[in-house]
C-alpha cells in the first residue's frame, strides 16, 4: 500500500529525511514515532503530497509520488499537527468546501457529515450556528478528522490526532482507527503518546536524524531490548534516557 | 479498493467542479478575513456587505475627482482615470496578493487535497481580477459619464473605457503574480521570503509613482498644449497609465498613430504579462507552494549579536522600561523580517512617501510659477512635512495586524494591566525607523534641490505633529502590536484615513505657509508648540489609562 525507497529530503545543507525506505501493507496501523526534528512531520508531508522529495521515491495505493500527486492525494487522508482550519468559515461550510474538492456530491457529503457528527456526539446546529474560529480546540479536532476521512481514503496519515481530543473521544477515535484498519485501510499514525501507540499500533517505526532506527511489533521490540515499555525504549534509543535527571536538577533551580 | 460507505443516497446535486469551489472559498476568504476574531456569524453577511459597500462607496467618491474633466479632452481625463486606477489597484493587489497566493496556514488545509496548483493559482487569481474590478469600476464610475461631456469624446468612451480599465487590472494583478515567480524561479528558495517581499514592495511604489507622476507631467505640460501623445510628450509612453489611456483615446476621441501606438503597447504588454505569469511560469506556483511547507533558517553565526540587540542596549532604547523595549524589538523585528507585514506596512505607506516628493517637485519652478515664489516652493515643503507626520498613524495602524496575532495573547497573561508600555514601544521602533529617517531624507533633498533654508524651517511645524500623532492610536486603545488578524477587506478603512491625512496636511500647511508671509511663522511655532505639549501629556495620560479590551 505504502512504498519507500531511500526517499530522502534536504533543506539546503541540512538533511531531514536520509534515504528512508520502508513497506507498509494494507490494513496496517503503523506508529510513527521519533524525537522533535526527527523528520516524522517532513516524511508525512512528502507522503501527502505537500512537499517534494530531494531524492529516493515513493508509490502509495500504487500511484508514484512525483508523477501522480494528485492521484496520491486522491486516495489519502491527513490530519496534520497544526489542526489549521479555515476560521472564519462554519463548520459546514469547512466541511462541504472539501467534501467539492473530492468530488463527493453535496446531498451525499451531508448525509457523511452527519454520520461523522453522530460519531463525534455532535450536533448539526454546532456545525451551522458557529464560525471554526469559536470551536473549542477539540472540537476543531474533530472537525479537522472528519475532513481527513470524508472522502474515505484508503490510506490515513494521522500527526498527533488526540491533541485536544477529550478522553471519550480519544478512546472512541482508537476504537475507530482499529476498525478502520480492519477494513483494509492503512493508518500511519504519528504521536509522543508512547502508550497510546503501544496499544494501538500494530508495528512502530522509530527514527531520528531522518534515518530509520528501529522497525517492528511494539512487544517484540520492548521484550527484544528488555526495556519494559515502548516508552523506556524510545528513550534508550534517542537518547533521552538522562532526562529524568536532567529534570530534577532543572527543576531544583525553582527552589526560592 | 476500499468499501464505500453504508447506503449513500442518490445524488440530486453534483458536486461542483473544484474551481468554483475554490473561487467560492477564496471570495468568502476574502471578504469575512482568515480569522474569525472579532466576527460573529449572525452579522457577519451583513458587516461584511456593509464593510464592502462602504469601500466601494469611498472609491467611487473619490472618482470624483474626474468631474474638474467636464469640457475637457479625452485623453488627460483618460490618463487620469487609469492612473488613479493604477494607485488604488496596484497598493490593493501588492498589499493582498502576498495573503492570497501565498498562506502557511493554508498549506496545511489544502496542498494535501487532489487539487492541482494550476487551479489554485486560477481560483485565488480570479478572486484577486474580481474584487479589482469592482474596486476599479467604483473609481471609474463617475469618469465613465465624465468622458461624454469631454470636447472630444462621446458615447463610445464608456464602452472603451471598460475595456481598457479590465486590461489594467489584468496588468496588474499579472505585474504582481510575475514578481513573485521570477524571484522563485531566479532566486530559488533561501532568498524567496525576502525577495517577493522586496519586489512586491517595488511594484507598489512603481504604481504610486506611475500614478502620480504622469497626471502631474500632463498638467506640467498643458499650458503648452501638449495634451496628447507625440514626439515631445514620448515619455509617455513609458508610464502604463498612458497605454491604457491611449486605447480610450484612439477609440473614443479617434486619436491619431501615437494614441494607436499607445495602445498597442498597452496590449501587448498586458498580453505578455499575463502570457508569462499565468501560463510560461504557472508551473513554478506549486513550488512556492511547497516551500511554505519547509522551514528553514539560516544558522546565525555564533558569537554575532543581531543589530536590534546592540541597539537595545544603547540608550535611550536602555532607558525605557523592560516591557517597552520589548515592544520596540517586537514591532521593529516585524517590521523588518516578516513578509507579511513588511507586505502590509511598505506598499502602504509608499503613497506618503511618494506624495511629497510630487509635491516638492511639482512645485519647484514649473506649471507657470516663480521657483521663487515662496507660496509655491514653500507649500511643497509646509504640505510634505504635514504629510509624513502622519506616517505614525499609519504605520501603527498597519503594525497591529499579523499572522501570528494569536501569539499576542501572551501580552494578556502577562502582568500588566493594559497595553500602554507595549504601544509605546511599537510607537518608537516606528517614529526611530520610518518617521524620523523620512524627515531627514526629505530635508535633505529640500536643503540640496533649493539651498533655501525658509523651506526646511517650513518643516518644523509638521515635525512637531509627530510625537502627537504617533500617540493618537495607543491613546485610542489601538497601537498594540500584532494583535489582530489580517482582514484584506479594511483596506478601504485606510483609503479613508489616507484622505483624511492629505486634508489635515493641507490645512497644516497652508495655516504655516499664512503665518510665513504674514511674519508671523515663529510666533505660530510657539503656538503649535504651546498646543501641541498639553495635547501630547494628554494623550500620554489617556494611554497609560488604557486596559486590555475583551477578546471576542
Known amino acids: 500500500m505504502i512504498s519507500l525507497k531511500q526517499l530522502t529530503k534536504r533543506f539546503g545543507s541540512q538533511i531531514a529525511v536520509d534515504s528512508l525506505s520502508l513497506e507498509i501493507p494494507a490494513g496496517q496501523i503503523v506508529g510513527f514515532l521519533g524525537p522533535n526534528g526527527a523528520g516524522k512531520s517532513t516524511t508525512l508531508k512528502m507522503l501527502t503530497g505537500m512537499i517534494e522529495p530531494t531524492g529516493g521515491s515513493a508509490t502509495i495505493c500504487g500511484f508514484d509520488l512525483l508523477t501522480q500527486a494528485v492521484e496520491v492525494k486522491r486516495n489519502v487522508g491527513f490530519v496534520p499537527e497544526s489542526g489549521a482550519v479555515f476560521e472564519s468559515l462554519t463548520g459546514l461550510e469547512y466541511l462541504e468546501m472539501i467534501a467539492a474538492l473530492y468530488g463527493i456530491p453535496q446531498d451525499a457529503a451531508r448525509i457523511r457529515i452527519r454520520q461523522f457528527l453522530t460519531f463525534f456526539d455532535l450536533s448539526f446546529e454546532t456545525l451551522t450556528d458557529k464560525l471554526l474560529g469559536a470551536y473549542s480546540k477539540g472540537m476543531r479536532r474533530k472537525v479537522v478528522i472528519t475532513a481527513a476521512l470524508l472522502h474515505n481514503p484508503s490510506v490515513v496519515f494521522f500527526d498527533e490526532p488526540l491533541d485536544g481530543l477529550d478522553a471519550n473521544a480519544a478512546v472512541g477515535f482508537k476504537a475507530l482507527i482499529q476498525t478502520l484498519a480492519r477494513e483494509g485501510k492503512t493508518i500511519v499514525y504519528s504521536s509522543h503518546i508512547l502508550d497510546v501507540v503501544e496499544r494501538v499500533c500494530d508495528r512502530v517505526i522509530i527514527i531520528d536524524k531522518g534515518k530509520l532506527l528501529l522497525d517492528g511489533k511494539p512487544d517484540e521490540l520492548v521484550a527484544a531490548h528488555n526495556s519494559g515499555t515502548l516508552e523506556h525504549l524510545f528513550t534508550q534509543l534517542t537518547g533521552g534516557a538522562e532526562l529524568e535527571r536532567r529534570a530534577e536538577d532543572f527543576a531544583k533551580t525553582f527552589r526560592s | ?552
Open chain 2, 1 to 552: 479498493m476500499n468499501p464505500a460507505p453504508a447506503a449513500l443516497p442518490p445524488v440530486v446535486h453534483p458536486a461542483p467542479p473544484q474551481t468554483a469551489t475554490l473561487r467560492r472559498l477564496f471570495l468568502t476568504l476574502f471578504l469575512r478575513g482568515r480569522s474569525s476574531r472579532g466576527l460573529r456569524l449572525k452579522t457577519a453577511p451583513n458587516s461584511v456587505g456593509r464593510k464592502l459597500a462602504l469601500a466601494l462607496l469611498f472609491y467611487t467618491l473619490f472618482g470624483m475627482v474626474s468631474l474638474s474633466f467636464i469640457g475637457k479632452q479625452v485623453f488627460p481625463l483618460a490618463v487620469s482615470l487609469h492612473s488613479l486606477t493604477f494607485v488604488f489597484l496596484g497598493m490593493f493587489i501588492s498589499s493582498s496578493a502576498g495573503e492570497v497566493l501565498f498562506n502557511k496556514e493554508e498549506a496545511d488545509i489544502l496542498m494535501h487535497r487532489p487539487v492541482s496548483a494550476r487551479d489554485l493559482l486560477w481560483s485565488k487569481i480570479r478572486v484577486l481580477l474580481q474584487i479589482s474590478f469592482w474596486l476599479a469600476g467604483a473609481l471609474n464610475l463617475v469618469g465613465l459619464f465624465v468622458g461624454i461631456y469631454t470636447t472630444d469624446g462621446g458615447i463610445l468612451f464608456p464602452l472603451i473605457h471598460i475595456v481598457s480599465t479590465i486590461l489594467e487590472a489584468l496588468f496588474c494583478t499579472g505585474c504582481i503574480v510575475l514578481a513573485y515567480q521570477l524571484c522563485l524561479r531566479w532566486f530559488g528558495r533561501e532568498r524567496l521570503d525576502g525577495l517577493m517581499t522586496t519586489a512586491q514592495v517595488f511594484v507598489a511604489v512603481g504604481a504610486v509613482l506611475s500614478g502620480q507622476i504622469l497626471p502631474r507631467l500632463m498638467l506640467r505640460f498643458s499650458a503648452e498644449g501638449l495634451l496628447t501623445f507625440g514626439p515631445k510628450t514620448w515619455w509617455i509612453a513609458l508610464f502604463p497609465p498612458g497605454w491604457f489611456a491611449g486605447l480610450d483615446n484612439a477609440v473614443a476621441a479617434q486619436g491619431g498613430p501615437g494614441s494607436w501606438l499607445l495602445a498597442g503597447i498597452g496590449l501587448i504588454a498586458t498580453a505578455l504579462v499575463l502570457w508569462l505569469a499565468f501560463g510560461k511560469l504557472a508551473e513554478n506556483y506549486n513550488t512556492g507552494l511547497q516551500l511554505m511547507g519547509e522551514t528553514v533558517s539560516r544558522p546565525r553565526p555564533t558569537g554575532k549579536r543581531r543589530w536590534l540587540e546592540i541597539l537595545a542596549s544603547l540608550p535611550p532604547l536602555k532607558w525605557f522600561s523592560p516591557v517597552s523595549r520589548a515592544g520596540f524589538i517586537l514591532t521593529a523585528a516585524y517590521m523588518f523580517r516578516d513578509r507579511d507585514v513588511k507586505l502590509r506596512v511598505f506598499p502602504g505607506i509608499a503613497p506618503m512617501f511618494v506624495m511629497p516628493f510630487v509635491f516638492m517637485f511639482q512645485n519647484s519652478g514649473h506649471n507657470g510659477q516663480s521657483p521663487n515664489d515662496p507660496f509655491s516652493a514653500g507649500f511643497g515643503a509646509a504640505f510634505s512635512a504635514g504629510f509624513l507626520a502622519c506616517i505614525p498613524l499609519i504605520v501603527l495602524d498597519l503594525v497591529q495586524y499579523s499572522q501570528h496575532w494569536q501569539a499576542s495573547d501572551i501580552f494578556r497573561a502577562a502582568p500588566m494591566a493594559g497595553p500602554a508600555q507595549l504601544c509605546h514601544g511599537a510607537r518608537r521602533a516606528v517614529l526611530y525607523f520610518i518617521a524620523i529617517p523620512a524627515f531627514l531624507i526629505l530635508g535633505t533633498i529640500v536643503w540640496f534641490i533649493h539651498h533655501n533654508i525658509a523651506e526646511v524651517a517650513l518643516f518644523l511645524p509638521g515635525m512637531i505633529l509627530i510625537p502627537i500623532v504617533a500617540l493618537v492610536p495607543g491613546a485610542l486603545g489601538r497601537g498594540v502590536p500584532l494583535c489582530l488578524p489580517n482582514e484584506e477587506a479594511k483596506s478601504a478603512g485606510r483609503g479613508l484615513k489616507m484622505m483624511g491625512v492629505m486634508i489635515l496636511s493641507v490645512l497644516l500647511s497652508l495655516v504655516a505657509i499664512w503665518a510665513y508671509q504674514s511674519g508671523w511663522f515663529w510666533w505660530f511655532l510657539l503656538a503649535e508648540i504651546a498646543l501641541a505639549v498639553p495635547v501630547y501629556l494628554a494623550l500620554r495620560a489617556k494611554t497609560s489609562r488604557q486596559r486590555w479590551r475583551s477578546i471576542d
